[in-house]
């Protein structure tokens, strides 16, 4: 049975190693490098990390460590390895996609420092792709994923979503994914069913459920901090309460301090989670053209005619009523303040981007988002906790995950400049370890150029 196991494991290594061009190593040795464990804040300089299959099996000194011979040695002078960071609001192609387009995104992930995803746009072909990563077949970040979500067209009464509901548990889903326009009965019967079939949901708070319902219902994580300016709106303020615009925009000059300070003090007291995504709304609010942001980080990595669609979207966005440089500053620094104040309240945070979405790219959207929070006042360790020791607690893997200590999981992240200085930092990267197997940056990069 061992030998059965070692063998097939033997096997996806190699499979694996094909697809990146390069011999699978069994143990990998980063000498002489800063590490940056997680478990608090501080930096270990000149240690040595030894990785053996998917775990670390050494960490210290690099003077105390010995490195065993048949080591794969990454030389890690002048930099620094990390705990990999979680994309937790992720879409994995799907739909009319290629197998290519969800192989390309999953090798951007990696080669961006992600080391696991929360599919948020699920679909049954996510389902063997997940155990295709997991089994190493497939390059890619872990994978949890969502089923096709809950939303007025695909949960149209009580009886749809709750037998939607039981599908997605049978068919090994890892939650549920919750979207705009869903009724108040139906999202409490979809509520009931999961609560019984103990599978969690996630995501978009309805505009009739609202936040205070989510919370009660305990959504296990709210996406895009969506309902907070919907459900913070003064009283009597002179907006139509039927028209919020794009997440509460249109309310952002018309909230009150005493429902904002209550939503952040409920959603604390529920246990819910908050998936910010507040780079992705910087950059819908920001003033940035089309042209402009089509050459952002990483854009070069897409199809083009995903791009030419983005820039499509990208000027109809910009040409609603009411999208000015003033407005869309008051809403994001209503977003900053907001997010500050659910993070200094202790609300569980933790980092998504949304990718891929409009002009947000797989991996490189990450360090946007990071970026976005360090504007929100979270200093770049705090960022980091977001991504990482956080996203072990949420998935109740801490004992495998989370951070670098010897015996957790080898997801790591190896970084060029320190990341604890600035969060801009954490782009600059040489490569990422999944589960044991190292893959430089550039490798991933070129085989991405050939994913088209
Ligand atoms: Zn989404």
Redesign the pocket.
Known sequence: MRTTFAAAAALALLVTATLVGQAPPTTVAFTNVTVIPMDRERALADHTVVVRGDRIVALGPSREVQVPAESTRVDGRGKFLMPGMAEM?A?IPGGNATEADMHRTLALFAANGITTIRG??GEPRHLPLRAAVAKGDVVGPTIYTSGVSFSGNTAKSADVAVKMVQEQKAAGYDLLKVHPGVPRDVFDAMAAEANRLRITFS?HVPADVGLERALTAKFRSI?HIDGYFEYAVKPGAPVDVKNPGFFGANFAAHLDPARMAKAVADTKRAGVWIVPTQGLLETFMSMATAEELSKGPGVEYMPPQMVAAWAKQRQSFMSQPGFNAQNNERFLQERRRLLKALHDAGVDIILGS?AV?TFSVPGFSIVNEMGAMARSGMTPYQVYVTGSRNVARFFNRDSDVGTVAVGKIADLVLVDADPLARVDNFARQTGTMLRGRWYPRADLLAKVRTMQ
Request: charged share 25%; proline share 0%; aromatic share 0%.
């Open positions: 609001h879409h948020m746009l995501g996406d949304d979405q």
